[in-house]
């Protein structure tokens, strides 16, 4: 007989029966934090596909810019790239042609400014568009888990109330009050803990993406500069 009372007692404590036994407050923070936690490994698994192939097709663009003796027919047979090397080559292009076609005298000097200036734009348009929804994982890390401590506060509340009504301080009346708060925090934790790693680990794979764009767009402002030398 005491061995049924514990497994029906362990079976009121699952998750599923802590969530229908839950106050209604308690059940929106817990389906909330539910869906944060969906929504954060959505992003994760998106961002990491994302930013794995921009990996691999930049170091690629990199490698065949490289082997080209021909930046301008290199930049039209990429065209329509929608790499961000491709891109901050192609922003760099269209101002170096800004500055130079149809003009009788070239200020190479500021021609070089400029050329910095909007390759260094481009760049950082570049990492604003791939940090998408990364500010998404930031919120989520951030403010799940006091989401779960309100839950956990609100559970506590209850299990202090059914004392005072049962006026009755078993561990049968007070546990499924504490063990639904305790739950409200551990899914907090559960959405917190992977938004924040993911986060941290994005920020530092953008962040070796934003040199690598930066190293390229100075080997091509070298290039740009050596063909206005040629041009005096």
């Known amino acids: 007989m005491q061995a049924l009372v514990l497994n029906t007692d362990a079976a009121t404590l699952s998750p599923i029966a802590l969530f229908l036994q839950a106050d209604i407050i ?28 921009v990996g691999h097709e930049t ?4 490698r065949d810019f490289k082997d080209s003796t021909d930046p301008h027919a290199f930049q039209q047979a990429h065209k329509g790239s929608r790499l961000p090397s491709a891109r901050v080559m ?6 170096w042609r800004s500055s130079t076609v149809g003009r009788r005298t070239i200020d190479r000097e ?6 910095a200036s ?10 604003d568009r791939l940090s998408d929804r990364l500010n998404v994982l930031a919120t989520i890390g951030s403010v799940a888990p006091f989401v779960g401590l309100f839950g956990t506060v609100w559970g506590i509340m209850r299990s202090f109330t059914a004392i005072a009504a049962e006026q009755n301080s078993s561990l049968a009346v007070v546990a499924p009050g ?13 959405a917190a803990i992977p ?3 993911a986060y941290n680990r994005f920020g530092h794979v953008l962040n ?3 040199a690598q764009l930066n190293r390229f767009a100075d080997r091509f402002h070298a290039t740009l500069s050596r063909e206005l030398e040629l041009d005096q």
């Open 59 to 62: 170091r690629q663009f990199e």
């Open 110 to 115: 500021g021609t070089r400014a400029r050329l």
């Open 208 to 210: 070796r993406l934003e």
């Open 26 to 53: 308690v059940k929106i923070v817990m389906i909330g934090l539910l869906l944060a936690s969906i929504w954060t490994w959505t992003i994760i698994v998106g961002q990491w596909l994302k930013l794995r192939n």
């Open 90 to 95: 192609q922003a760099g292009l269209a101002e």
């Open 178 to 190: 504490i063990a639904e708060a305790l739950f409200a925090t551990a899914l907090g934790l559960f």
């Open 195 to 197: 938004a924040v790693i």
């Open 118 to 127: 909007a390759m260094g734009t481009a760049v950082a348009a570049e990492i």
